[in-house]
């Protein structure tokens, strides 16, 4: 049955990294992070055989403070550095723990060309709609009208979506959740690690300091029941037009199929080359 | 490998065959002019020995790549030309403060931007001493024909291994897509070296701590060694720190394991300087024409000798110190508007007459042009 995150927390954090985290109080990232570990732990992998990686921002800080192999890269750069431990070495488990700015603006090109390769890489961006370590800048998932300090009268730009980005780019697994329903945000993690091939999960997040303050969504409590009003299961939005759909938060697993993944083609590749 | 006499070999491939030769296993690479026959022999070549080849979207993901590939524990490279080398600068600091070894290949082309994509130029070579920001070591070499090419390459593995840091070569056009003869010497006839690895147990492993060579051994990922890597100044555990007494002694080891090592890193060649009043100072291709004048003034008896540079950068500046109560003049004979001429400048300190011979237009630097200038001076 289910480990209580007391148990999980003592396993995996670091016990030599100096705490506190660098996290603002009621921040969503620690929820995400606490049901990463929670789906790691269901999955049996020691923790010598896992990398995280992570690139640059709040939710790229995860790393430091648990107890695998982790590497804080570069700002966006959190998916090439993970290509090449992977294609290097495939038994390691490789896993990319991100932000919405991290990922999907200065990482966008990355993003899509791992999708692409469909590299057997779990994903978790923390979507928190904004550059919090900056101090709130509008992010390429702050919906448009919101508040960011580089958009004061409201943002103008369309925002992606990461999730659906990720399926149409070839992931062979995406899903999103948000930190009101962890436990399924845990189990899409869990679908994710165990997928063999590129998976992302989308962690739609709070970000009460840098986002919610700004546009008048109350405090921390009140934006996780925001993020439970605007949920609305995929199963539920047939029919729905993209207007329908665009302030809502569909949940669930968007694309989830089976396509050889880069390692297993590479070894392919590896072993008519040495035939030749 | 086996011995083979006389192969005749563009630069690019004897890159290729240094860096199987030094134990690649890795290479992630973007195509560009004139340094892409070094991914598509490489993507040949590495999957036959069970390395891997991955070409990447773009010149950052493949140094990034690289890096991840290196952290998993094998040797790998990159190679790439100017507008490549110039997205690629910012993975080079992480590298170089994350002590992670990799070669990083420019074959320069002219610039600055798309510039002249087929035309030799040594314009690059303030850029890979600088170019990736804030104060850092960094080691450049460079090659002035096939055979120097694969042995140049092969050092860069090594030295890369040895002082946990990204080497890159500087190539310049003309010795990638020259052919020349080149024996590739048998296994274990040329040294090569491999990173350290801990040897304490996991407990113990401090990843950035100091050693006598100021060098830590570097655990591969999935090694049983779990440990931090980050591009923020780090500890000795490699988590970050702000603390001034911790950045200090961090950031003078990073700098202390390279300069404890110039000597083996720091190489030249020289021909005639024993007896020279004046040395002609060059590099690369460059360093042919550079040669080719001083036969012929030494054939007229001028008492001319040459420094080649292999090494770039740190700046072999002993090299020419030892000449400093015999020589009268230096002349830096290269390829751009005296990016090293200026390095020599500020090293002589007024102890030689500096002058150049300079080919900043996307031309091969000739022996004449370091002739004119050269027979000025020793007029």
């Not at chain 1, 999907?104 to 923390?126: K, M």
């Not at chain 2, 030295?159 to 048998?186: C, N, Q, W």
């Not at chain 2, 591009?231 to 394991?257: C, I, N, Y």
């Amino acid at each position: 049955m289910t480990t209580p995150n007391r148990i999980i927390l003592d396993k995996y954090l670091r016990h030599n990294k100096k705490f506190p985290h660098i996290w603002c109080p009621g921040c969503g990232i620690g929820i995400v992070l606490a049901a990463l570990l929670r789906a790691i732990d269901r999955t049996g992998w020691t923790k010598d055989e896992i990398v995280l990686v992570s690139g640059i921002g709040c939710s790229s800080r995860a790393p430091v403070y648990v107890d695998f192999n982790t590497l804080h890269t570069a700002h966006g750069r959190a998916l090439p550095f993970a290509t090449g431990i992977k294609a290097a070495r495939p038994p390691l488990k490789v896993i990319v723990f991100t932000g919405d700015g991290d990922c999907a603006a200065i990482g966008g090109n990355h993003l899509i060309h791992a999708c692409r390769r469909n590299i057997d890489i779990t994903t978790v961006v923390v979507n928190n709609y904004i550059y919090g370590m900056t101090g709130g800048q509008q992010s390429p998932t702050t919906p448009e009208g919101m508040k960011a300090t580089t958009a004061t009268r409201g943002v103008i730009d369309q925002p992606f979506h990461i999730a659906e980005l990720a399926a149409s780019a070839g992931a062979t697994f995406a899903a999103r959740s948000t930190t009101y329903h962890a436990k399924e945000l845990e189990s899409f993690i869990l679908k994710g690690l165990e997928h063999k091939g590129f998976s992302l999960v989308e962690a739609i997040s709070q970000a009460p300091v840098c986002f919610g303050r700004r546009n008048g969504m109350g405090d921390p409590v009140e934006m996780v029941k925001r993020e439970k009003e605007l949920a609305i299961p995929i199963s539920k939005t047939a029919g729905m037009t993209f207007e329908e759909k665009k302030d809502k938060i569909v949940t669930g697993i968007i694309e989830e199929r089976e396509a050889q993944e880069w390692t297993d083609l590479y070894a392919g590749v590896k072993k008519t080359a040495g035939e030749e | 490998m086996k011995k083979k006499n006389g192969q005749l070999l563009q630069g690019n491939e004897a890159v290729v065959e240094g860096a199987l030769y030094a134990g690649c296993s890795f290479y992630a690479g973007y195509p560009i002019t004139p340094s892409t026959e070094i991914a598509e022999v490489l993507s040949v070549k590495l999957p036959e020995r069970g390395g891997t080849f991955i070409q990447m979207e773009d010149e950052i993901a493949s140094i990034g790549a690289c890096l991840g590939a290196s952290l998993a524990g094998a040797k790998s490279m990159t190679a790439t030309s100017g507008p490549g080398f110039s997205l690629m600068q910012e993975l080079i600091g992480y590298g170089v403060i994350s002590e992670i070894p990799m070669v990083l290949v420019n074959v320069m082309r002219f610039g600055p931007s798309t510039g002249l994509p087929t035309s030799p130029s040594q314009g690059d070579v303030m850029q890979a001493r600088w170019g990736t920001h804030g104060d850092h070591p960094i080691i450049v070499l460079t090659a002035d024909s096939v055979p120097e090419t694969f042995e140049m390459t092969v050092k860069a593995f090594n030295f890369s291994e040895k002082y946990r840091i990204p080497v890159i070569l500087l190539l310049d056009e003309v010795v990638g897509h020259m052919r020349e003869k080149i024996t590739i010497p048998a296994e274990g006839e040329v040294k090569v070296v491999d990173r350290l690895k801990p040897e304490m147990p996991p407990e113990w492993y401090a990843p950035y701590a100091d050693t006598n060579t100021g060098v830590p051994p570097m655990a591969a990922f999935g090694d049983g060694y779990r440990h931090h890597v980050t591009g923020l100044v780090h500890d000795a555990q490699g988590f970050p720190t702000a603390k001034p007494e911790e950045v200090v002694s961090g950031m003078d080891r990073l700098f202390s394991k390279i300069s404890r090592g110039f000597s083996e890193v720091c190489i030249t060649e020289e021909l005639y300087c024993d007896d020279a009043k004046t040395i002609i100072l060059s590099y690369g291709a460059a360093a042919r024409s550079a040669r080719d004048a001083v036969e012929t003034m030494r054939a007229d008896g001028e008492k001319v000798g040459l420094i080649k540079l292999k090494t770039l950068w740190p700046f072999p500046k002993a090299a020419l110190e030892k000449y400093e109560k015999s020589v009268e003049n230096i002349i830096v004979a290269e390829m751009n508007r005296g990016q090293i001429y200026r390095e020599v400048w500020r090293v002589a300190r007024g102890r030689w007459q500096v002058g150049k011979a300079l080919a900043p237009y996307g031309n091969m630097l000739t022996p004449d042009m370091i002739l004119d200038v050269a027979r000025k001076v020793t007029k």
